[in-house]
């Protein structure tokens, strides 16, 4: 450069120096921004890791919350919930059932149809009569008393129930000698306890009915004894009775057990129950027990238990006839080899729920309402050949309805064939439509032996008070005793199928005269 060149050595010098101090000052300059750069990239990473974080939770809120609601939009319709869970906080009440045509019929009591009114009775018919005469004094003065009876002008009749109160009845037990000398004594009542006090049959039947029959806890129940017997029961004695029920009852739920083992269809279901301790054991994350309910039309057995092969097990699966058919649900137990081959009639209502679910979860497509349509017409062809006393569902209308349903599967599975759906209910809907793809015969059984029912509405019908019984009195805390409860609640089921009052059935148990149902009865 010319100006270098011209400069002396000194001012070369100063030069260089003064050049030195910029180089420095930029070094410096450098070296923060270097800094910064490295601050930056720092903060730059932990953003892009807290974006992460962010997108992994966004993710997993968004399933979650997907979940949620798939699981409000869960009713009776297309879920295995019961009619009692409807219309929770935010869940989403089942559909309005659709109103029948009108038949142009007015309300109410149609005319020429047996009424309920009470009717007149008969003079022999009456309990009592009472005569009634006005009482007082005439406007005049008179004494009514000794007016002249000009004869019965109107007449009322009631009908009461007397005033119920417990009546305390001793029994005096006399000795006789014979003439040759042998002492006879007197037996105790039928029913008697060793005690020399104690409450009699009835009032033990009525406690035992208002707990089992119609789930009111035990406090309740004493309370209702001492307002309308004037008894006073210990909750203690109260609760007691269970057991003491249960025993006299025992044989009779075997006799039960062993009708029902030899019926040819048996309906079956299960339900968790709260019961026992509230604390879940080792292990195990609910604190609950599970009820099974084996039953048919005119018998009813409960077995309380848990959810494990062993509680099957021990219920009545490995005791049936070899052409017997179980119809329930898809709960995986039923299938398993250690209950034995059994025939199956899975339950084509707990398909229609699924189905109804899969509709929701794929508006714009028609198989699951093609399918649900199929199964219905199914069902009604085969109760109108039922009534019509045929022993199967003809072939040509069997083969009509099965091809649609066939249709409707094939295109289910083609549509749901991607295996990244992971919205809740999709895996659901894919095993429904692989079961009845693989296992037409568990499904369409009905159709070629009309005695098998299509579904087991019978069995959630016998099961449906244990969730009443819950609702209102919620966990059982004594495992024992909640299986006394079920093993009365059997009996006095099948009681009650037979036409017979489930009181005298508890009152004969009591007294030690056994009700037994008619094993003559017992289907074919």
């Not at 002008?153 to 005033?163: A, M």
């Not at 709960?331 to 707990?350: A, F, I, K, T, V």
């Not at 497509?365 to 399918?371: F, G, K, N, S, V």
Request: glycine residues 6%; charged residues 25%.
């Amino acid at each position: 450069m010319p100006e270098l060149e011209s400069m002396s050595r000194d001012e070369l010098i100063v030069r260089v120096r003064d050049q030195e101090v910029v180089i420095a000052r930029q070094a410096e300059v450098i070296d923060r921004q270097n800094t910064q750069i490295v601050t930056l990239a720092a903060q730059l990473d932990d953003v892009m890791d807290r974006l992460e974080r962010t997108t992994a939770q966004l993710e997993e809120t968004t399933t979650k919350l997907a979940k949620l609601e798939h699981l409000l939009s869960r009713n009776s319709d297309n879920s295995s919930f019961p009619s009692s869970k409807d219309g929770g906080a935010g869940g989403t009440p089942p559909a309005p059932k659709r109103r029948a045509k009108s038949t142009g019929r007015a309300k109410g009591k149609q005319k020429g149809a047996p009424g309920s009114a009470l009717r007149w009775r008969e003079e022999d018919e009456v309990d009592s009569r009472e005569p009634c005469f006005p009482q007082g004094s005439c406007d005049c003065g008179a004494d009514l008393t000794g007016a002249a009876d000009l004869g019965v002008v109107d007449r009322y009749q009631r009908h009461e129930i007397p005033l119920v109160t417990v009546t305390v009845t001793q029994y005096d037990q006399h000795a006789v000698a014979c003439s040759c000398g042998k002492v006879h004594i007197a037996p105790r009542p039928e029913g008697a306890g060793a005690g020399r006090s104690e409450y009699g049959p009835q009032l033990k039947a009525f406690a035992v009915y208002l707990m089992v029959v119609h789930f009111v806890p035990v406090a309740r129940c004493r309370e209702i004894l001492t307002a309308l017997t004037g008894a006073e029961p210990s909750p203690g004695f109260v609760h007691g009775l269970l057991a003491r029920t249960a025993a006299a009852l025992a044989t009779c739920d075997m006799v039960i057990r062993t009708l029902i083992t030899l019926s040819f269809v048996i309906s079956c279901d299960e339900t968790p129950l709260k019961v026992g301790a509230a604390t879940p054991p080792p292990g195990k994350k609910e604190a609950k027990g599970y009820l099974l309910v084996a039953c048919t039309e005119l018998y009813t057995h409960f077995l309380l238990g848990d959810r494990s092969m062993e509680t099957f097990k021990q219920f009545i699966f490995t005791e049936l006839e070899p052409d017997a058919v179980i119809v329930h649900d898809r709960y995986q137990n039923y299938d398993s080899s250690q209950l034995g081959d059994l025939n199956h009639q899975l339950c084509l209502q707990h398909v229609l729920r699924d189905l109804k679910a899969a509709a929701e979860l794929y508006p714009d497509q028609a198989w699951p309402t093609q399918l649900a349509d199929s199964i219905r017409e199914l069902i009604h062809r085969a109760n109108q050949a039922r009534e019509r006393g045929e022993a199967s569902l003809a072939p040509t209308l069997s083969a009509i309805g099965l091809q649609g349903a066939r249709s409707a599967v094939a295109i289910g599975l083609a549509h749901t064939a991607r295996l990244d759906d992971t919205r809740p209910g999709a895996r659901k809907s894919r095993l429904l439509l692989e079961a009845l793809r693989d296992r037409p015969d568990d499904f369409w059984r009905f159709l070629t032996d009309l005695r098998i029912p299509p579904t087991s509405n019978q069995a959630e019908r016998d099961l449906r008070p244990s969730k009443i019984q819950e609702n209102i009195s919620g966990r059982l805390p004594h495992l024992e005793r909640a299986k006394d409860r079920y093993l009365i609640r059997g009996v006095l089921s099948t009681a009650i199928k037979h036409l017979v009052n489930p009181l005298t059935v508890l009152v004969d148990a009591f007294t030690g005269k056994l009700w037994l149902p008619p094993a003559a009865l017992a289907p074919a």
